[in-house]
């Protein structure tokens, strides 16, 4: 038996022990993974849970709809209710909690199935205020328990033939874009996709993020795709500028891609 095998049989036999069981999709390719293993582990025994909203790329939730359909899961979208709350609202540096405990919380009042989570070990490496919030709700994590990382889903992926999630670039939501304190608006989190669609299509980056910031409009880019930028991206930087016009701090700014460059940890009055 491979590690891979040994690997994807224990996260089957975790999964086993939480049927009847509820994951929670954001569209991305850990959950997305854990979905379609669990689907075709658990079978009736286990739904899906999609939560809608300004923060979610329309792209995830075409994606999500796109597998349920092609898997025949049982599929429920929803409102979490996050835009309505203003702990939320307000970006403090522990959002995510606030995110976290909004969604477990719809959905634990929807379904008495055993919460799933696609976190994965490396994510336990990180500050995440949003495995506070899942703990209180005793929400599962197969990955961490069948001791699972990030590269490991990614290569169970596309073992599974899954080829377009195992290459998904990572993508959190898009109220991480804005900076910690400044007020979370569904407006400018259109503008934030909008934004990072224009410049994947026109640059083709490894990676993109679009920011707001205190000072203005941020469009951060890998290495490569900085490096790419030239007077031929005129049009680009004026579809930019048209699309911030009523931003304050004037048009996009590009600099080089800084992970989680807009969280400010020390923010922690909101």
């Given at each position: 038996m491979t590690e891979l095998s040994a690997r994807l049989a224990a996260l089957e036999d975790v999964l086993a022990a939480c049927a009847p069981a509820a994951v929670a999709?954001?569209?991305?390719?850990?959950?997305?993974?854990?979905?379609?293993?669990?689907?075709?582990?658990?079978?009736?025994?286990?739904?899906?849970?999609h939560a809608?909203?300004?923060?979610?790329?329309?792209?995830?939730?075409?994606?999500?709809?796109?597998?349920?359909?092609?898997?025949?899961?049982?599929?429920?979208?929803?409102?979490?209710?996050?835009f309505s709350d203003p702990?939320?609202?307000?970006?403090?540096?522990?959002?995510?909690?606030?995110?976290k405990a909004n969604l477990y919380?719809?959905?634990?009042?929807?379904?008495?199935?055993?919460?799933?989570?696609g976190t994965n070990l490396d994510d336990l490496g990180d500050w995440r205020p949003g495995l506070e919030a899942a703990k209180r709700h005793?929400?599962?994590h197969p990955f961490v328990e069948a001791g699972i990382a990030k590269a490991t889903v990614r290569a169970l992926a596309a073992s599974l033939g899954l080829h377009d999630l195992a290459e998904l670039p990572a993508a959190p939501c898009l109220s991480s874009r804005v900076e910690t304190?400044?007020?979370?608006?569904p407006?400018?989190?259109?503008?934030?996709?909008?934004?990072?669609?224009?410049?994947?299509?026109?640059?083709?980056?490894?990676?993109?993020?679009?920011?707001?910031?205190?000072?203005?409009?941020?469009?951060?880019?890998?290495?490569?795709a900085l490096a790419r930028l030239s007077d031929a991206d005129d049009q680009l930087t004026a579809q930019l500028a048209a699309l911030f016009a009523h931003e304050a701090g004037g048009p996009p700014r590009f600099a080089p891609y800084r992970r989680g460059s807009a969280f400010l940890r020390d923010r922690l009055d909101g």
């Open positions: 999709l954001s569209g991305g390719v850990d959950s997305m993974t854990l979905a379609v293993i669990a689907g075709r582990c658990l079978g009736s025994d286990v739904a899906m849970y809608v909203s300004a923060a979610v790329p329309p792209a995830a939730t075409a994606r999500v709809r796109a597998y349920a359909e092609r898997c025949g899961w049982q599929l429920i979208l929803l409102d979490a209710g996050e702990n939320y609202l307000a970006n403090p540096a522990n959002r995510c909690f606030f995110c919380g719809t959905l634990a009042a929807q379904s008495d199935a055993q919460l799933l989570s005793a929400v599962r304190g400044l007020a979370i608006q407006g400018q989190l259109r503008l934030i996709d909008q934004a990072e669609q224009l410049v994947r299509a026109s640059l083709k980056p490894e990676t993109v993020r679009c920011r707001i910031r205190a000072d203005g409009v941020v469009i951060e880019l890998d290495d490569s």
